[in-house]
T-cell receptor, first 115, second 113 residues
Framework: GAGVSQSPRYKVAKRGQDVALRCDPI?????LFWYQQALGQGPEFLTY????????KSGLPSDRFFAERPEGSVSTLKIQRTQQEDSAVYLC?????????????FGPGTRLLVL | EDQVTQSPEALRLQEGESSSLNCSYT??????LFWYRQDPGKGPEFLFT???AGEEKEKERLKATLTKKESFLHITAPKPEDSATYLC??????????????FGKGTLLTVNP
């Protein structure tokens, strides 16, 4: 079946531009996660949704980062006024189990480069 | 704070040369320990979940084991297609955040033919 999909796969932005990254989770998955992966590092948690509710946004690095999942399926991670330190791979993951012990399945990621 | 340390950072093996990757962790209470494989330019691919000390799981040439302080990923008679970065992650009880995964930096495995 279809896995988690993300778009765009690559994004080049000039410093100061706003970007929007899209995630389509596996159909029926209640939980959705965003992670940031810097080069040579493991993924780091950004935010968590259960259906349309954003239950944890403690990992978002600044108020320039905003995530939403208005209908409980597709999610968008928006970064305003991008900075060079925002360059990373942004990974989306989804999980079936609402109690959140379920396995998280990852998408291919969006590679963001801020010039 | 939950911590995950993986070693070695990089491992180069000859085809057929068995070895193990280590994942040491510190958590307040372990809900689960996860192993993922990540190929260049791709997202992490799920391999195993372990929930309690003494548990073992196998898949083809891979076997994951868990103790109270660490997990091992044993690779038996590896093939070049096993080359990838292997990531370990923990999910912990408590602190109101028992869903997030905390990852190590990964071990880059290269298997030469």
């Amino acid at each position: 079946g279809a896995g988690v999909s993300q778009s765009p796969r690559y994004k080049v932005a000039k410093r100061g531009q706003d970007v929007a990254l899209r995630c389509d989770p596996i159909s029926g998955h209640v939980s959705l996660f965003w992670y940031q992966q810097a080069l040579g590092q493991g993924p780091e948690f950004l935010t968590y949704f259960q259906n349309e509710a954003q239950l944890d946004k403690s990992g978002l690095p600044s108020d320039r980062f905003f995530a939403e999942r208005p209908e409980g399926s597709v999610s968008t991670l928006k970064i305003q006024r991008t900075q060079q330190e925002d360059s990373a791979v942004y990974l989306c993951a989804s999980s079936l189990a609402w109690e959140s012990r379920g396995t998280q399945y990852f998408g291919p990621g969006t590679r963001l480069l801020v010039l | 704070e939950d911590q995950v340390t993986q070693s070695p950072e990089a491992l180069r093996l000859q085809e057929g040369e068995s070895s193990s990757l280590n994942c040491s962790y510190t958590v307040s209470g372990l809900r689960g320990l996860f192993w993922y494989r990540q190929d260049p330019g791709k997202g992490p691919e799920f391999l195993f979940t372990l929930y309690s000390a003494g548990e073992e799981k196998e898949k083809e040439r891979l076997k994951a084991t868990l103790t109270k302080k660490e997990s091992f990923l044993h690779i038996t008679a590896p093939k070049p297609e096993d080359s990838a970065t292997y990531l370990c992650a923990v999910q912990a009880y408590g602190g109101g955040s028992n869903y997030k995964l905390t990852f190590g930096k990964g071990t880059l495995l290269t298997v030469n033919p």
